[in-house]
């Protein structure tokens, strides 16, 4: 697999400057979404790995309800993820 930087299209390749970013108010985790001119769109996740699945289901659900995920979300190490084809429109609105 090719490693395509975090601003790339992977269907196109067009770079991209602005990102829609939503950041949990407790520094917990970050998302950042991309939603390019081809219609391909993407999220990054910053978060501690045990947080993943609760983010992953709570974007599903449309990012509903609007605080975030119910669960409890850890503190820890932030990795990153890339979401490919995932564009929330919460994250959209919160810019």
């Known amino acids: 697999m090719q490693y395509t930087p975090d601003h790339q299209c992977r269907r196109c390749g ?3 400057e602005d990102a829609w970013q939503l950041v949990d108010p ?3 985790w970050a998302a950042s979404t991309v939603q390019c001119g081809c219609g391909h ?3 990054i996740l910053h978060t501690a790995p045990a947080n993943l699945r609760l983010l992953r289901s709570w974007i599903a659900r449309g990012c509903q309800p609007a605080e975030g ?3 409890v979300i ?3 190490p932030w990795h990153e993820y890339r979401l490919e084809g995932v564009c929330p429109a ?6």
């Open 14 to 16: 067009q770079t991209h």
């Open 26 to 28: 407790e520094g917990r």
């Open 41 to 43: 769109s993407w999220t």
């Open 69 to 71: 995920p119910l669960a």
């Open 74 to 76: 850890r503190r820890a």
């Open 90 to 95: 919460i994250i959209s609105a919160a810019s």
